[in-house]
Nanobody, 122 residues
């Protein structure tokens, strides 16, 4: 199996910064796209940013210019550095990875972490 564990969430004042991390472990052969999503209360889960295995990044307009996604392929970890945080960034942040497992190298599977809460106070 494959597990994703997020860390780095918390309470921060508006204008502050946070760095989220998500580490994957388990029966991993390779990881394709890594991404961060968020879900605010009573809202749909939305993409924040993602990064391909070749390093191509994509950002939601709402965070563009304030966030940087990066990955460490040796550690199977994805990071999200967020700055100039706003109250509307408050949400549970989930990481997602597209993984090929050692025991099933022909198929890509989607995995999610359990989420980490980010709260931005005004």
């Amino acid at each position: 199996q494959v597990q994703l564990v997020e860390s780095g969430g918390g309470l921060v004042q508006a204008g502050g910064s946070l760095r989220l991390s998500c580490a994957a472990s388990g029966s991993i052969f390779s990881i394709n796209t890594m991404g961060w999503y968020r879900q605010a209360p009573e809202k749909e889960r939305e993409l924040v940013a993602d990064i391909t295995s070749s390093g191509i990044t994509n950002y939601a307009d709402s965070v563009k210019g304030r966030s940087t996604i990066s990955r460490d392929n040796i550690k199977n970890t994805v990071y999200l550095q967020m700055s100039d945080l706003k109250p509307e960034d408050t949400a549970v942040y989930y990481c997602q990875m597209v993984v090929r497992r050692i025991d099933d190298q022909c198929n890509y599977r989607l995995y999610w972490g359990r989420g980490t809460q980010v709260t931005v106070s005004s």
